[in-house]
């Protein structure tokens, strides 16, 4: 069983910056990308960003590009989301995946996390 767990979320003020983390386990885990995705109260789960496993192609929203920067460490199965200039529309819980393809749409991802909250002050 493959199990994804997120961490670095909490509170933060206007401008400010988080990284997340995302480290995956499991005896047979394989992706081809790693991806976040986020979810505010009320609204639907949306894209935010995506990685291949070598590293070498990303993917954004257009509403996080330029303020939020993914990486990988394929070594550690480990993949991390930086983000900076926050604003409070960015709050959310954010959510790790693992799936077969770079994509935008949650149904290609395999393997998510639980969830980390994102709260960002005005």
């Known amino acids: 069983q493959v199990q994804l767990v997120e961490s670095g979320g909490g509170l933060v003020q206007a401008g400010g910056s988080l990284k997340l983390s995302c480290i995956a386990s499991?005896?047979?885990?394989?992706?081809?990308?790693m991806g976040w995705f986020r979810q505010a109260p009320g609204k639907e789960r949306e894209f935010v960003a995506a990685?291949?496993?070598?590293?070498?192609?990303?993917y954004y929203a257009d509403s996080v590009k330029g303020r939020f920067t993914i990486s990988v460490d394929n070594a550690k199965n480990t993949w991390s989301l930086q983000m900076n200039s926050l604003k409070p529309e960015d709050t959310a819980v954010y959510y790790c995946?693992?799936?077969?393809?770079?994509?935008?749409?949650?149904?290609?991802?395999?393997?998510w996390g639980q969830g980390t909250q994102v709260t960002v002050s005005s």
């Open positions: 995946a693992a799936g077969g393809g770079l994509g935008y749409k949650a149904g290609i991802y395999d393997y």
């Open positions: 499991g005896r047979t885990f394989r992706s081809i990308a």
């Open positions: 990685i291949s496993w070598r590293g070498n192609s990303t």
